[in-house]
């Protein structure tokens, strides 16, 4: 359990967690049981095993299946035939216990009894080279760090082998929850650092294509952007299901994928087209887990230059988006229509539908006669689905004057990296959770100079409220639901993100696969496959 406690006179705000294993296996039917080969089909995968380069969610694939990061957020059980709704509670992955150093100026963490695929027993060593080197090959990292209360510049203080001290500046909401996060990768720096040179001090080519980590897998193949395959490592201590090798493949075609499910050649599989989940609902063997899900497809908007830096435009773009008709058109269903840029904050006014009022903010603007718009989109992320919403925002705008160019990103690591360098004019997005605490999302993406924050849009206001977000503890719910509805209101004025669908985590399973259970980012755990 988590608890947090505010002090005052400018102290930091406490945290006390007890970390406990993810429950042990469930009890298993001799169908689970025989159920040792898993193949799972994607639309992509990464060209690296690490987060850089960063990949998006080809790299959430990969990383969320391995996990050898020290927290995860707590999965609850499945059948096979339903999902839990995701948690936002946290529990030890390679941690053992976490909690706050008796002085309040950090957090200190006591590793499990590991070791990697090299027989090096895990330590704190290993943590402190992994963030070193995680901040220095990626900057994204460094920012989440920071934006989390951590001391980038004094992150990680040595206790003994197996307990370590993350130094903080001031602890926030989700500071803890942060650990999750995939960018914070354990690597094996015994066998890593074998590997580093002068022009690689990070060992970042190496380990992009070898796995030396705390996993329990070991690598038996990988080919960047195709295929990888682990096989389980058995001197691995840790818990984990009957399911012994796993193999990812990317499968650029989804009617492929449906034919590799429906045949029993794949056993998990995600990213279909909306349609195709109706399909498979049908068809003997599958199972289709519609699960509840935090995730919200988005338009991004660059605001630093042409009609759309204007506010009055891209208000225009939102109202002359008919959300309803996307969702029945391009997501079967599954979802709901945005009704602001958070959740459950309450509608805003740029979010009604209206293409009689569109159509009068852009003549105010002086934009009565249109602009041309190039549209950016990758099947990579959000999924297939965003081909079928490009082509339908594309005839809404349309409608209202708009000249819509579609521009297909086909790589999902040029796509990202064009969106961190702000290298679009709009583009369609998704924003999976990796930090489930608003205070984090809503940093990452709207706050002054956050690492993911490529639109040019900036508010102190916002910035204001969403630190005090940040410092108010999760209990002060009431508080907390101000806050956030404070700043929805002055994200949506911005309007430099709009958001379209609150989607659905939706995973296909062939029967008789237990714990296959989509995290809160949306993966999936490889070791608690079988259980």
């Not at 089909?41 to 299946?65: E, I, K, R």
């Not at 995701?86 to 976490?98: F, I, M, N, W, Y």
């Not at 809404?396 to 360098?421: C, H, P, R, W, Y």
């Not at 369609?428 to 809503?442: C, K, M, R, T």
Request: with cysteine.
């Amino acid at each position: 359990m988590k608890s947090l406690r505010l002090l005052t006179g400018g102290a930091a705000i406490a945290l006390t967690t007890s970390l406990v294993a993810c429950g042990g296996p469930a009890p298993q039917t001799a169908a689970t049981k025989s159920i040792e080969n898993v193949v799972v089909a994607v639309g992509a995968l990464p060209d690296s095993l690490t987060p850089a380069p960063w990949g998006g969610s080809a790299s959430h694939v990969v990383l969320s299946g391995l996990g050898s990061q020290l927290l995860e957020y707590k999965v609850g059980t499945s059948d096979g035939k339903s999902c839990p709704a995701p948690s936002t509670e946290v529990s030890g992955r390679l941690a053992e216990s976490a909690k706050p150093s008796p002085d309040g100026t950090g957090v200190i963490v006591t590793l499990r009894k590991l070791t990697s695929q090299f027989g090096n027993t895990l330590s704190a060593e290993d943590v402190r080279w992994s963030f070193d080197i995680g901040m220095k090959r990626q900057p994204v990292m460094k920012g989440t760090l920071k934006s989390s209360g951590f001391n980038v510049d004094n992150l990680v203080k040595v206790i003994d082998e197996r307990t370590f001290q993350l130094n903080t500046t001031g602890l926030t909401s989700y500071t803890e929850e942060s650990l999750q996060n995939n960018l914070f990768y354990i690597h094996d720096s015994t066998e890593a650092k074998k590997h580093a040179t002068a022009d690689d001090p990070t060992a970042n080519a190496w380990l992009s294509k070898n796995l030396a980590d705390y996993s329990g897998w070991k690598l038996e193949e990988f080919t960047p952007g195709a295929s990888l395959t682990v096989t389980a490592d058995p001197q691995w201590e840790g818990t984990r299901g009957t399911v012994k090798r796993v193999s990812v493949k990317a499968v650029q075609s989804t009617a492929t994928r449906s034919q590799l499910v429906e045949t029993g050649e794949v056993q998990v599989a995600n990213g279909f087209e909306y349609d195709q989940y109706k399909s498979l609902e049908k068809s003997p063997g599958v199972t289709v887990l519609n699960c509840p899900s935090q995730t919200r497809d988005t338009m991004m908007i660059n605001t630093k230059t042409g009609p759309l830096a204007d506010p009055k435009v891209r208000h225009a773009v939102s109202m002359a988006i008919d959300r309803e008709a996307l969702i029945k058109g391009a997501y079967a269903g599954f979802g709901e229509p945005a009704g602001s840029i958070f959740p459950n904050v309450g509608d805003s006014p740029i979010y009604k539908f209206n293409k009689d009022e569109a159509r009068k903010l852009l003549t105010e603007a002086g934009y009565g006669n249109g602009f041309p718009m190039t549209l950016s989109y990758s099947v990579t992320r959000p999924g297939p689905v965003a081909a079928k919403s490009a082509v339908l925002i594309q005839s809404m705008l349309k409608e209202v004057g708009i000249d819509v160019q579609l521009q297909n990103v086909a790589s999902s690591t040029d796509f990202s990296t064009a969106l961190i360098d702000g290298r679009y004019q709009a583009v369609l997005y998704s924003e999976p959770i990796v930090i489930a605490d608003p205070a984090f999302y809503s940093y990452a993406f709207y706050g002054t100079g956050a690492p993911s924050n490529s639109t040019g849009w900036s508010n102190p206001e916002f910035d204001k409220a969403r630190s005090e977000l940040a410092a108010t503890p999760d209990q002060e719910t009431e508080k907390r639901d101000g806050l956030l509805k404070k700043m929805a209101g002055l994200v949506d004025e911005g309007a430099a993100i709009l958001s379209l669908v609150e989607t659905r985590g939706v995973l296909v399973t062939r029967d008789g696969l237990s714990g296959a259970v989509p995290l809160t980012n949306g993966q999936i755990h490889f070791n608690s496959l079988g259980r």
